[in-house]
């Protein structure tokens, strides 16, 4: 994790302003006028002023434990961690209470690599400390440190409490999403270590070519699951959708047509698999062929009723078909289960209009331009996990509302 950027405002302002000041001047005459320089330099961000300030004062009065809890937390600004962890300790030291002195220190040590050191304060700041800003930084900090002594376990426990505080933080976002994938990351390795022929590792090994567009290679990892195992679930679907990937990116008809028979080859293994079903259906659907991909997309549908996609398949299939009264009741199931899926509301726009019922088309209507005016494709980013495993419905570019 990169040194956090944000610094808190953890300088405090103990001392009072003097008067104005004699041609010989008091002890007392001098701390407050460190103290006034001091204060004003912090006000205004010039820290190498202000740690001036405050190292005078520390001569001065080097039993005063807010000099060192101010001076630690100056040279924290400046990024001196070296500096700051001995002055934050002395303002412990002589006054044990100081309990912001106690949280900046434990940061002061994250940042400066020792760990272990840091724990117990940042689990305490993290757990206890009221301020949100403190505690969400404590929090960043433990991830941090707990990935540096490889508690991995902790730091996906802090990393899921973060999220719960701060869902919406993109800082947070990305600091725990790398917790996670470097959770994903070892276990994936030390399932290699563990046992490097097992049908798990050429399974995980497939995914990983296929997530990166190796087909050939995701394929070939595939067939070991199967040459170890020939019923071993989801890996003939995982070999259509590889071949799927490389017919699009081809424009092959030879990889579809091995797609379709994957397919059906993980029907024969596991007939309950839904999205097996739901792809011959789609493929089939999008070659016009409309009552074979009815007889799967309702396969599909009759063991995950709730499948959005392939309520939306089988409406506008139904739709090609001429059926618009047989469609209706899945498209209004699709739009149900995904109220923010434009192609939804596309399609029933189109099987209200063929009904004849002017308003709920325009109503439907409504809701697909809406939607579809808020997105914006060319300037979204590519998902690096993609949460559906199955080919999306896309409105057709020649069909009419």
Known sequence: MPPLLRILPFAISFWTCGLALPSQVSKTDLINQYSEMGQSALAQGRYADAESAFEKLKELEPGVPEIYANLGAIYFQERKYDQAIPALRQALKLKPSLSRSGTLLAIALSENGDYKDAIIGLEKGFGHETDPDV?????????????????????????LELNRLYPEDPEVLYHTGRIYGNLAYLTMKRLGDVAPESVWRNEAAGEAYQSEGAYLQAIAAYRRVLEANPNQPGIHFRIGRTLQASAHSTNSPEDLAAATKEFMLELETDPRNANAAYEIAEINRTGGDF???????????????????????????????????????YLQKAVQLGPGDEVGWYRLAQVQKKLGNTEEQRRALA??????????????????????????????PTAEP
């Open 367 to 396: 809701e697909y331009r809406r939607l579809h005016e808020k997105s914006n494709p060319d300037s979204k980013t590519q998902e690096l996990f993609s949460p559906s495993e199955v080919t999306k419905q896309q409105v057709e």
């Open 135 to 159: 505690r969400r930084m404590c929090g960043l900090q433990l991830l941090r440190a707990y990935s540096g002594l490889q508690r991995d376990d902790k730091a996906v426990q802090t990393a």
């Open 291 to 329: 009552f074979t991909a009815e007889r799967y997309f309702k396969i599909a549908l009759r063991y995950y009723p709730e499948f959005q996609e392939a309520q939306l398949g089988l409406g506008g299939t139904l739709l090609s078909l001429g059926k618009a009264t047989e469609a209706l009741p």
